[in-house]
């Protein structure tokens, strides 16, 4: 029992998944529809996603989700079959219906057992459901025709005559979500019903019976001028669900004949097909008859040999054995779809590999030291082969973490059409290099700050429709998000085309808080660069979008926290874009690799500024760790690593100083002993009991096998520019502690020590 | 003729077919050769593929004991249904008695 409620919980935890795809897609849909009313195919898609959550809420008894969904459905399906076009009011209450889905499954998911939110939602969700519910009731009078005209027009119209449908339900389809009487119901947006046949052929007995599995079939006369392929879509939903077997008006009592065969387990059938007229008793007994003759024995033998038969009479019209063919393909598809193209992986086994792979790596590395210390020719050939082999399960390891960032844009399409409409401008949302890829974990970093530069475009970037207009702009605003790869790196850029940024106020603005000096000059990017310093905001009006103070600031801090850069550039009147670059995976870095004493440290590549030799003549060093020095005119504060991390071994007669950039424009110096330049590394993330380590990120392993430590610079920033004596004592012997404690040794962190 | 006729549930759809099979099966245990078994349909607003199957079935295991099911003020909507399905012949109507 407890084991059928894990898969249970398994199988649920997929359908939040699922089910958070098909609303995107519903969203997306809507987006599509707005541009184009008439869309078929993104009508259908909104009925199918909105259908298939429906379904499956139902197959996991979440109540509440089935019912208000059964009304979204409701109207869609009046959408697709032509009584309705998706016009503002619908297309708003559609995507606030698909919050609410949203919602009542987030409530599920969270497992929300309050009450009052419970209820609250369930009031907002009856509300919403009568505000589609007045949807259903409206323009009912002119719907039929319009059904015909849409019906008529897309497909090529045939001679009208009578069409013979047999069907059999599979006994999934109620748990499906669909109902068959729904579907046969369509069919008279196709033609007219003359009539149908319940077949109860394969009801089990009343004992066996479960009345939630689908026993019925039908066999249905209808009169249509309509192609085989419109009346084939009627079926489209079930497809999966139901055998359906379609005999054309032109067709003869032979085809019937194969229809009985195929169904053999049907005793009554032959006589149901005479009673609805589909073939007269006599030809039916006829062909029959000259079945027997040409290949007597058990029907099911029979049953086989009458397709043989009919073949070689060339009785068989082509357009069956397509319409075979045609369907077989559309079951290998749909097969493929579900369980060939993608495997669900848990990320944390895709980190664990990547961290053995970065293992494997280092072993390599270590392997072909010894190889090469050995000089045996042969063994170093090998271990080169080896090395070669790593990186490219390593190149693999990490491709499998990469994802498609057009997945994360297309998130932005409601946002951007929910927010114009808000504020009456109209924008369009341009996505260019969504096939670009990066590191999942950086995606789901990175989603924060974009929104915040979406909105931020929104709210002040673009100018109200009659103001784009007196200055000779379309009155469209224009939105782009581009992706693409640049030297290791990602590039994503938010662009618009509206006001752009006024360095002079934005310089006013800075001077008024006191951010820049009187007679500071500043050049257009540093002017630029004032909308990231903290609390800092333009817009002279407040809306609820933005200018809540947690600004720029926040985002800017957000991207350096990924190793990343923002670069704001921007023409007054012509538009802003802001570049964000942005490392292709949290799991490599571009180190700078220093030596001090026995120990190795990785300082991040994109923090570092400059490399000086460090003068001790001019070093203000007090006792401990810190001190200053004056760069350029300018005090740099100064830690000495040496101290910070009580390295052992003597320190050389000339150290260096590598001028690191922390958050906010803080910078410090750094003292080393040696500098080993530029590293590639993969970082290994500290283990739990070194979590709470300051000053230290994560640790990797070197090529001869000896760990380096990847310095968290903002740490070490912040340490060295904290002024209050008593505070940076407290933090410095609380650094100090816990290096000792944890005993910190290099040597400890060594293979094979 | 002496057993009540049995009211059915307002949704006569998926949503209800298991229970509602359970309440027939009661129906049948406690048969005893009655020629007819009434059921009355009068609260029935809602009425599907699964209802439809449903009552067939009963339709099909009362006749197997010699009984047939007799619907009782059967809602115009579901009538409907069961016209356009071609199922009327396996249920006795109430005006037909």
Redesign the interface.
Same mark, same amino acid.
């Given at each position: 029992m407890s084991n059928n409620d894990g898969l249970y919980d398994d199988a649920l935890l997929i359908f939040f998944d699922e089910a958070r795809e098909m609303l995107q897609n519903i969203e997306d849909s809507l987006l599509q529809l707005e541009n184009n009313p008439k869309d078929d195919e993104a009508i259908n898609a909104l009925f199918r996603s909105a259908h298939t959550i429906k379904g499956t809420s139902g197959i996991f008894n979440l109540n509440r989700v089935v019912k208000f969904t059964h009304q979204v459905e409701s109207v869609l399906d009046r959408v697709r079959k032509g009584g309705l076009t998706i016009d503002l009011g619908l297309s708003e209450a559609l995507f606030t219906s698909c919050d609410m889905i949203g919602t009542l499954l987030g409530q599920v998911e969270k497992r929300t057992d309050d009450p009052a939110a419970i209820a609250a939602t369930d009031a907002a969700a009856d509300a919403l459901s009568d505000r589609l519910g007045t949807f259903l009731h409206q323009g009912g009078a002119d719907s039929a025709s319009v059904v015909k005209e849409v019906t008529t027009a897309a497909e090529n119209v045939h001679q009208e005559g009578i069409w013979h449908l047999s069907v059999r339900f599979h006994h999934n389809t109620f748990l499906s979500g669909f109902d068959p009487l729904t579907v046969i119901d369509y069919l008279k947006n196709v033609g007219e019903i003359i009539s149908i046949h319940t077949i109860e052929a394969h009801f089990p007995e009343w004992d066996k019976f479960d009345a939630e599995s689908c026993y019925l079939g039908f066999e249905i006369r209808l009169k249509t001028q309509a192609a085989k392929s419109v009346i084939e879509s009627a079926f489209e939903f079930v497809a999966e669900d139901c055998d359906l077997r379609i005999i054309a008006p032109t067709r003869r009592a032979s085809d019937f004949i194969a229809l009985i065969n195929q169904l053999p387990d049907e005793l009554r059938l032959g006589d149901i097909l005479v009673a609805c007229g589909a073939v007269t008793r006599e030809a039916l007994d006829s062909a029959l008859a000259h079945q027997n003759e040409v290949a007597p024995g058990p029907v099911r033998q029979v049953g086989q040999a009458i397709g043989e038969i009919l073949v070689a009479q060339n009785r068989v019209n082509p357009e069956v054995v397509d319409a075979a063919l045609e369907r077989q393909s559309k079951m290998t598809g749909a097969v493929r779809q579900e369980g060939g193209l993608f495997v669900r992986v848990p990320a944390d086994k895709l980190d664990e590999l990547i961290n053995l792979v970065g293992e494997l790596v280092i072993c390599g590395a270590s392997a072909s030291l010894q190889a090469v210390q050995a000089e045996d020719a042969g063994l170093i050939g090998t271990t080169q082969q080896l090395s070669r082999l790593v990186e490219e399960i390593r190149n693999g390891a990490l491709g499998l973490r990469m994802v498609r960032i057009g997945e994360t844009f297309v998130r932005y399409r409601r946002v951007v059409h929910d927010v114009s409409t808000e504020l009456g401008k109209t924008v369009n949302l341009v996505i260019e290099g969504a096939d670009t890829e990066l590191d999942k974990s950086v995606v789901e970093k990175i989603g924060d700050p974009l929104m915040h530069l979406v909105r931020n475009s929104l709210d002040h970037g673009i100018e109200m429709p009659e103001d784009r207009i007196a200055v000779g702009k379309p009155p469209d605003g224009t939105i782009c998000l581009s992706a693409r790869h640049d030297s290791g790196n990602i590039v994503i850029q938010v662009s618009d085309d509206g006001k752009g940024l006024d360095g002079e106020k934005l310089l006013a603005k800075g001077r008024e808080k006191g951010l820049v000096a009187e007679n500071q000059i500043l050049t257009e990017a540093e002017k630029f660069d004032l909308i990231f310093a903290p609390g800092f905001s333009t817009a002279e009006k407040v809306t609820n979008l933005s200018g809540r103070g947690v600004g720029m600031d926040v985002v800017r801090k957000n991207i350096e926290a990924l190793r990343g850069s923002v670069k704001i550039l921007s023409q007054l009147g012509q538009g802003t874009a802001i570049e964000i670059r942005l490392p292709l995976t949290l799991a490599i870095i571009d180190g700078f690799l220093v030596r001090i004493g026995d120990g190795s440290f990785v300082i991040p590549l994109h923090a570092v500024l400059e490399c000086i030799d460090a003068d001790p003549a001019e070093m203000n060093l007090n006792e401990q760790y810190a001190g200053f020095i004056k760069l350029r005119g300018e005090v740099l504060p100064l830690l000495a690593l040496r101290s910070v991390f009580s390295c052992q071994g003597k320190a050389p007669a000339k150290q260096r100083i590598v001028v690191v950039r922390g958050t906010a424009g803080t910078k410090a110096g750094l003292i080393v002993d040696r500098l080993d330049g530029e590293y590639q590394t993969v970082i290994k993330p500290l283990g739990k009991l070194f979590r709470h380590l300051n000053g230290i990120s994560g640790s990797t392993v070197l090529g001869s096998g000896e760990v380096a430590l990847i310095l968290d610079v903002g740490a070490l920033v912040k340490l060295a520019t904290q002024n209050r004596s008593d505070e940076t004592a407290d933090r410095q012997k609380r650094l100090f502690r816990d290096l000792q404690l944890m005993g910190l040794d290099h040597n400890n962190f060594n293979r094979g020590t | 003729m002496s057993i009540k006729p049995t009211v059915m549930n307002s949704s006569f759809t998926?949503e209800n @077919?298991?229970d509602?099979?359970e309440m027939m099966?009661g129906i =049948?245990s406690r048969h005893n050769g009655e020629p007819l078994i009434e059921i009355d349909l009068s609260e029935v607003d809602e009425f599907?593929? $699964?209802g =439809?199957? =449903?009552l =067939? $079935?009963?339709s $099909?295991?009362a006749k197997?004991m010699g009984s047939h099911i007799q619907l009782n003020n059967l809602p115009e909507r579901v009538a409907a @249904?069961l016209t356009?399905?071609? @199922?009327t012949d396996h249920f006795v109507r109430r005006e037909q008695v």
């Amino acid at each position: 029992m407890s084991n059928n409620d894990g898969l249970y919980d398994d199988a649920l935890l997929i359908f939040f998944d699922e089910a958070r795809e098909m609303l995107q897609n519903i969203e997306d849909s809507l987006l599509q529809l707005e541009n184009n009313p008439k869309d078929d195919e993104a009508i259908n898609a909104l009925f199918r996603s909105a259908h298939t959550i429906k379904g499956t809420s139902g197959i996991f008894n979440l109540n509440r989700v089935v019912k208000f969904t059964h009304q979204v459905e409701s109207v869609l399906d009046r959408v697709r079959k032509g009584g309705l076009t998706i016009d503002l009011g619908l297309s708003e209450a559609l995507f606030t219906s698909c919050d609410m889905i949203g919602t009542l499954l987030g409530q599920v998911e969270k497992r929300t057992d309050d009450p009052a939110a419970i209820a609250a939602t369930d009031a907002a969700a009856d509300a919403l459901s009568d505000r589609l519910g007045t949807f259903l009731h409206q323009g009912g009078a002119d719907s039929a025709s319009v059904v015909k005209e849409v019906t008529t027009a897309a497909e090529n119209v045939h001679q009208e005559g009578i069409w013979h449908l047999s069907v059999r339900f599979h006994h999934n389809t109620f748990l499906s979500g669909f109902d068959p009487l729904t579907v046969i119901d369509y069919l008279k947006n196709v033609g007219e019903i003359i009539s149908i046949h319940t077949i109860e052929a394969h009801f089990p007995e009343w004992d066996k019976f479960d009345a939630e599995s689908c026993y019925l079939g039908f066999e249905i006369r209808l009169k249509t001028q309509a192609a085989k392929s419109v009346i084939e879509s009627a079926f489209e939903f079930v497809a999966e669900d139901c055998d359906l077997r379609i005999i054309a008006p032109t067709r003869r009592a032979s085809d019937f004949i194969a229809l009985i065969n195929q169904l053999p387990d049907e005793l009554r059938l032959g006589d149901i097909l005479v009673a609805c007229g589909a073939v007269t008793r006599e030809a039916l007994d006829s062909a029959l008859a000259h079945q027997n003759e040409v290949a007597p024995g058990p029907v099911r033998q029979v049953g086989q040999a009458i397709g043989e038969i009919l073949v070689a009479q060339n009785r068989v019209n082509p357009e069956v054995v397509d319409a075979a063919l045609e369907r077989q393909s559309k079951m290998t598809g749909a097969v493929r779809q579900e369980g060939g193209l993608f495997v669900r992986v848990p990320a944390d086994k895709l980190d664990e590999l990547i961290n053995l792979v970065g293992e494997l790596v280092i072993c390599g590395a270590s392997a072909s030291l010894q190889a090469v210390q050995a000089e045996d020719a042969g063994l170093i050939g090998t271990t080169q082969q080896l090395s070669r082999l790593v990186e490219e399960i390593r190149n693999g390891a990490l491709g499998l973490r990469m994802v498609r960032i057009g997945e994360t844009f297309v998130r932005y399409r409601r946002v951007v059409h929910d927010v114009s409409t808000e504020l009456g401008k109209t924008v369009n949302l341009v996505i260019e290099g969504a096939d670009t890829e990066l590191d999942k974990s950086v995606v789901e970093k990175i989603g924060d700050p974009l929104m915040h530069l979406v909105r931020n475009s929104l709210d002040h970037g673009i100018e109200m429709p009659e103001d784009r207009i007196a200055v000779g702009k379309p009155p469209d605003g224009t939105i782009c998000l581009s992706a693409r790869h640049d030297s290791g790196n990602i590039v994503i850029q938010v662009s618009d085309d509206g006001k752009g940024l006024d360095g002079e106020k934005l310089l006013a603005k800075g001077r008024e808080k006191g951010l820049v000096a009187e007679n500071q000059i500043l050049t257009e990017a540093e002017k630029f660069d004032l909308i990231f310093a903290p609390g800092f905001s333009t817009a002279e009006k407040v809306t609820n979008l933005s200018g809540r103070g947690v600004g720029m600031d926040v985002v800017r801090k957000n991207i350096e926290a990924l190793r990343g850069s923002v670069k704001i550039l921007s023409q007054l009147g012509q538009g802003t874009a802001i570049e964000i670059r942005l490392p292709l995976t949290l799991a490599i870095i571009d180190g700078f690799l220093v030596r001090i004493g026995d120990g190795s440290f990785v300082i991040p590549l994109h923090a570092v500024l400059e490399c000086i030799d460090a003068d001790p003549a001019e070093m203000n060093l007090n006792e401990q760790y810190a001190g200053f020095i004056k760069l350029r005119g300018e005090v740099l504060p100064l830690l000495a690593l040496r101290s910070v991390f009580s390295c052992q071994g003597k320190a050389p007669a000339k150290q260096r100083i590598v001028v690191v950039r922390g958050t906010a424009g803080t910078k410090a110096g750094l003292i080393v002993d040696r500098l080993d330049g530029e590293y590639q590394t993969v970082i290994k993330p500290l283990g739990k009991l070194f979590r709470h380590l300051n000053g230290i990120s994560g640790s990797t392993v070197l090529g001869s096998g000896e760990v380096a430590l990847i310095l968290d610079v903002g740490a070490l920033v912040k340490l060295a520019t904290q002024n209050r004596s008593d505070e940076t004592a407290d933090r410095q012997k609380r650094l100090f502690r816990d290096l000792q404690l944890m005993g910190l040794d290099h040597n400890n962190f060594n293979r094979g020590t | 003729m002496s057993i009540k006729p049995t009211v059915m549930n307002s949704s006569f759809t998926i949503e209800n @077919v298991s229970d509602m099979q359970e309440m027939m099966r009661g129906i =049948l245990s406690r048969h005893n050769g009655e020629p007819l078994i009434e059921i009355d349909l009068s609260e029935v607003d809602e009425f599907d593929g $699964a209802g =439809l199957q =449903l009552l =067939l $079935a009963f339709s $099909a295991a009362a006749k197997k004991m010699g009984s047939h099911i007799q619907l009782n003020n059967l809602p115009e909507r579901v009538a409907a @249904v069961l016209t356009r399905y071609n @199922v009327t012949d396996h249920f006795v109507r109430r005006e037909q008695v």
